[in-house]
């Protein structure tokens, strides 16, 4: 296995295939959902019409859920996508495990043309080759540290890497910056931490959004926050958290997500990360009611945190 090339800011425990394999298998320690009686159903889902995502907005931006950690996001003259993944599987081979449980809003023909497609990490949950070989191999692609050569060699010549807090001008006054997370990378079995992963603040057309990308609970967030927040619109990944004991390294649950919200200067904000896969123990519609109840608990208005529908739209500005 090749010696790994990045790490996260903070040291912590490491699982390896060992853990995996045990937790697979059902052997202790044995962990059980929050909520038993939540809903083990995906997210739900609403169409997104061609129409209505045709061109950018006038003013402000237009955020579409497209499932999973993929958004679309429109403003500033510019249409951009966020971890697309439109595969009926999260996994290196079509075999039937892994499958895409609510199917994407729209199809790839129904999207608008693409300015630029921005990559939080190599994980097949969230790059997908084949939707970025359909999307058009000369599409520009925005990665952190570590992916541009295979992407290369996989035929995408437009690749920018970014490292932590480096920025990128998208557009003239539209600027892109990478920020840290605490996850990890891994195509293969050798080829772990060989890129790095990020999450993605795009400020421009007098707001600023920000994708948290994969990440467990970290103190990066409070640096996000000191050095870019408030941030007017997130999204913030709530699932895939069960069992603690190995997901607590790498995915952050709901209660953490919304003291991230809190902690990077949040005014709003969207769930992601959940009811599209199923690729961790808690059941698909534990997370929203995690959520809700965690927005509740630490006194924040319902409306600022949400867990909503693929294919739904939110309006920034």
């Not at 003259?77 to 290196?92: E, M, W, Y």
């Not at 904000?269 to 961790?280: P, R």
Request: with cysteine; hydrophobic share 40%.
């Amino acid at each position: 296995m090749a010696r790994p090339k990045f790490s996260n800011n903070a040291a912590h425990e490491e699982h390896g295939l060992q853990h995996i394999l045990r937790w697979k298998l059902g052997l202790p320690p044995r962990e059980y959902p929050v909520l038993p009686h939540a809903p083990d159903q995906p997210a739900p889902r609403q169409k997104l019409r061609r129409e209505d995502i045709a061109e950018p907005p006038a003013s402000g931006w237009r955020v579409a859920w497209l499932g999973h950690a993929s958004f679309l996001l429109q403003g500033a003259g510019l249409s951009l996508l966020i971890d697309p993944v439109f595969s009926a599987h999260c996994a290196p081979l079509r075999l039937p495990f892994l499958p895409r449980l609510s199917p994407p809003p729209c199809t790839l023909a129904d999207l608008p043309a693409i300015d630029a497609v921005l990559l939080t990490h190599s994980h097949y949950d969230h790059l997908d080759l084949p939707t970025l070989k359909r999307l058009g191999q000369g599409t520009p692609l925005i990665v952190p540290e570590g992916h541009a050569g295979w992407l290369r060699r996989a035929g995408f010549p437009q690749v920018t890497e970014l490292s932590w807090f480096s920025q990128h001008s998208l557009a003239p006054g539209v600027t892109l910056t990478a920020t840290p997370a605490q996850h990890f990378t891994a195509r293969t079995l050798w080829d772990r931490n060989q890129a790095h992963w990020c999450g993605w603040h795009l400020a421009g057309g007098g707001h600023t959004l920000w994708h948290a990308g994969d990440s467990a609970y970290s103190d990066d967030f409070r640096e996000i926050g000191r050095r870019l927040g408030p941030i007017d619109f997130s999204m913030i990944p709530i699932g895939a958290y069960q069992p603690r004991h190995i997901m607590r390294t790498m995915h952050m649950n709901p209660e953490e997500a919304v003291t991230v919200f809190r902690e990077t200067g949040c005014r709003r904000a969207v769930a992601m990360h959940w009811g599209t896969f199923k690729l961790t123990d808690e059941p698909l519609g534990e997370p929203p009611l995690r959520l809700a109840q965690a927005v509740q608990d630490q006194g924040l208005p319902a409306d600022t945190f949400v867990a909503g529908a693929i294919g739904q739209v939110w309006t920034v500005g």
